[in-house]
Each structure stands twice: as structure tokens, then as C-alpha cells.
């Protein structure tokens, strides 16, 4: 082991870029839906859990969700029609 070392040239940061198209983010998870999603990669024989959860963000993302109103509109109607009969 040498008595000093020369980091004049050394840069700060991540060792390793990260990949084009990704961005590091730290955000809190609550416990039990990080399990969720461990287990589930488990059951799976194996993967990344944060590519299982980049997959239901981007599912949630792009499925065609209705407005509330939308949503009571209908379910009211469903209920008054079962009542009807």
C-alpha cells in the first residue's frame, strides 16, 4: 500500500455509467410493496425487481383509464338497472 495517492484526475460520480435512457432516482417504497414485487420475481425463478416495477408503472402509464365521473356514471346506471329487474 503506498503512504499517498495522486486523485488530481479522478472525477466524481457513478463508476459505471448508467444506461442511455434510465435516470437514477431514490425514492421510498413502503415495505410491503417491495416485498410484493421480490416475491414475485422469486416466484419467477429470478430477474430484477425494478424492472418489475418500471413494467407496472409503465402498464399503469398506458392503459386507458375513464374519468371518475365517468366510472360513477356507470356503476350507477349498472345499479339502477339491476333494481329495475
Partial sequence: MKTE???????????VPGAKGKTRVTIRIDDDV???FRGEVEKAGGGNYQ?????????HMTQAREPLE????????EELRRQAN
Avoid at 70 to 77: A, G, I, M, Q, S
Wanted: charged residues 30%; proline residues 0%.
Fill in 70 to 77: 365517468k366510472t360513477l356514471r356507470r356503476v350507477v346506471r
Fill in 51 to 59: 424492472t418489475l416495477i418500471n413494467q407496472a408503472l409503465r402498464e
Fill in 5 to 15: 495517492y495522486d486523485f488530481s484526475g479522478g472525477k466524481r460520480g457513478a463508476v
Fill in 34 to 36: 417491495l416485498e410484493w
